[in-house]
Structures are given as C-alpha cells and as structure tokens.
C-alpha cells in the first residue's frame, strides 16, 4: 500500500485523523505526534519523520502560522520572511531525498480578533511560499482559500485552529490532494 507523509503544524495535527479515514483502503497516511511548529524546528526532524513513515510516496506538507506569531509586541514576526523561505527550501531538498511526490499546502486563516497572528502576515508569506514552491514545480493546496470565506465556521474559538467543520474540510481538501498525486 502507498504510504503518505504529513508535515505541519497543529492545523496538520487537527486533520491528521480525518485524512487517515478519508484515505482508508487507498493508502496508509501517517504524521508525526511532533507539532512541527515553525519552519526552522520541521526542518531539525524531516528527515527524521520521513523515515519513520518508512518511504514516503507522497508528503503533504505546511509550516507558517508559528512563523508569523507576535510573541511580544514590538518584536515582529518570529521567523523574518527571507529566513522562512530559505528554511522552505531546506525542507524541500532533504524531503527530494525521498523521491516521493510532495505537495505544499498554505497556511490556514485566523479570525481577524486573533491578537499574535494576522491575514495581512499571512497572505504575504503564504504569496512567498507558494512563488517558491510554484518555481520548484511543487503542487500547492490552497487551505487558505478554501477557509477563508467562512472564518466564524471553520477557524475556533481560539481564533486560530480549526473548528470541526475546518477540521472536516481541510481533511477532505488534503486526502484529495493526495488521491491525485498516488
């Protein structure tokens, strides 16, 4: 049976479990418990997480919401946008090591109430990464896009992870996704 690999964050975390159910039978998807947090930390395990999946024939991966987090006021964003994409590319490579077929995903929306993280930062290192990824031949999965309309339904309370309508379309955004790259 095909395996597939999932990187990310706690969003990859939250539909983790539905893309599993959702590609019963067709293949064997498997993520680490790890939250791969922001791009610098995915990059330390990749390699790592890759083989313990055991040869990865398709990885779906994100990093990017803990990238544009405001610890503090005045600090500015926790990783600068030209760190982010270089360590995008230092994750690309060590998962080309693979050989298995790789698909990017954006990073999901918060609510506009949410007070570390914004759209605005959002939008521009989600457009960056998927410049880079689109000219590295990457196939990208909007998430984004497919949020973004309904952030009251589909982001929770916290104002920055998926309600279970999120956690259901996102699912079904991601296993589809991988249907067609298997």
């Not at 690999?5 to 893309?19: A, C, K, N």
């Not at 055991?54 to 919401?65: Q, R, S, Y």
């Not at 999901?108 to 457009?127: G, H, M, Q």
């Amino acid at each position: 049976m095909k395996k597939v690999l999932l990187l990310g964050d706690s969003i990859r975390l939250s539909y983790q479990d539905t893309v599993k159910q959702k590609l019963e039978g067709e293949a064997e998807a498997w993520g680490p418990d790890d939250n791969g947090r922001f791009a610098k930390y995915t990059f330390w395990y990749c390699g790592k997480w890759a083989e313990e999946c055991g040869g990865p024939d398709v990885i779906h991966w994100n990093n990017g919401i803990w990238d544009v987090y405001r610890q503090y006021p005045g600090l500015g964003l926790f990783t600068p946008l030209d760190e982010y994409i270089d360590y995008l590319g230092k994750i690309l490579q060590k998962l080309k090591e693979t050989n298995a077929r790789i698909v990017w995903a954006t990073s999901t929306p918060v609510k506009p109430t949410c007070e570390n993280c914004s759209n605005e930062d959002l939008d521009r290192y989600n457009a960056e990464a998927v410049r880079f990824m689109t000219a590295e031949g990457v196939p990208i999965n909007d998430l984004n896009a497919l949020l973004r309309p309904d952030l009251d339904g589909n982001i929770d309370a916290d104002h920055v992870h998926l309600s279970g309508a999120g956690v259901e379309a996102c699912g079904e955004a991601v296993a589809n996704v991988i249907r067609g790259l298997l």
